[in-house]
């Protein structure tokens, strides 16, 4: 690595996991392998520009710029802007939780939430990962991935898309994804969290590529075989206004 991907490197210690919130310098002194004044020149060039910053003895920790920076995203952000009012609408008219995922290497990243009921919790919230195999968001992405994607993707786990139920080879993957596909949503039942049923479709950037996916929670108490079909049909149609307006942007 050239030493700017060096530098990148001490943030991925960051997203080592959601407990992830503070590393001594000797612990990145040892995860890394960098020499202490190396460490130490990138740590002060990532401190000066508000990446991180530092407390006695609790350590380094994501700075005030990382704060400012999701600010703007969340108010300028043109995918969220063209979401959020379909997803109030969406939220409210259900009773449940909208949720709006981007695609995120081989994760899903959840980016915005709206909730029309208190009944329900979704810990899925703003800035939170997961796998791109499990719950109605992310296979609501993951049905639309490139081909040449969905290879690499399978090679490197093709134990978990076997333990999800997608099929034991690329054959049967490509088979299950293609049924998704032409129903044109998701939806599953306590993939994710029990007791919620999710409902998702595809949202696609102006090229027609897989961008995202809209998906909204519901309680199964107040699920059936036709409220499914009736939410699946209004997710989709927001799912087609969000395209629409970020195609136009």
């Known amino acids: 690595m050239n030493s700017h991907e060096k530098m990148l490197g001490i943030l991925d210690l960051f997203d080592s996991g959601e407990d992830a919130l503070a590393v001594t ?3 990145m002194h040892e995860r890394l392998g960098y020499t202490r004044s190396t460490l130490y020149r990138y740590l002060k060039t990532l401190t000066d520009a508000g990446l991180l910053t530092s407390l006695p ?10 704060v400012e920076l999701d600010y703007k995203i969340r108010t300028g952000d043109v995918l969220i802007r063209a979401a959020r009012p379909v997803m109030e609408e969406l939220a409210s008219q259900f009773r449940g939780i909208a949720l709006l995922c981007r695609r995120y290497r081989f994760d899903v990243l959840c980016v915005h939430q709206e909730s029309g009921t208190d009944t329900i919790h979704s810990n899925y919230e ?11 968001a992310s296979l609501g992405i993951l049905a639309y991935l490139p081909d040449h994607q969905l290879r690499k993707f399978y090679g490197l786990v093709p134990e978990q898309f076997a333990t999800a ?16 596909r032409q129903r044109g949503w998701v939806s599953t039942t306590g993939d994710v969290t029990p007791g919620v049923t999710g409902v998702a479709a595809p ?12 998906s909204l929670t519901l309680r199964d108490s107040r699920t059936n075989p036709k409220v499914i079909e009736d939410v699946a049909e209004r997710v989709v149609f927001c799912a087609g206004i969000i395209s629409k307006t970020v195609a136009r942007s």
């Open 25 to 27: 310098f000797d612990e």
């Open 57 to 66: 003895s609790v350590g380094y920790m994501l700075g005030p710029r990382i």
């Open 126 to 136: 703003r800035g939170r990962r997961r796998s791109l195999l499990h719950g109605a």
């Open 165 to 180: 139920g997608l099929g034991t080879t690329l054959k049967e993957v490509k088979a299950a994804l293609r049924e998704h």
């Open 203 to 214: 949202v696609f950037d102006s090229r027609s590529e897989i961008l995202g996916s809209l």
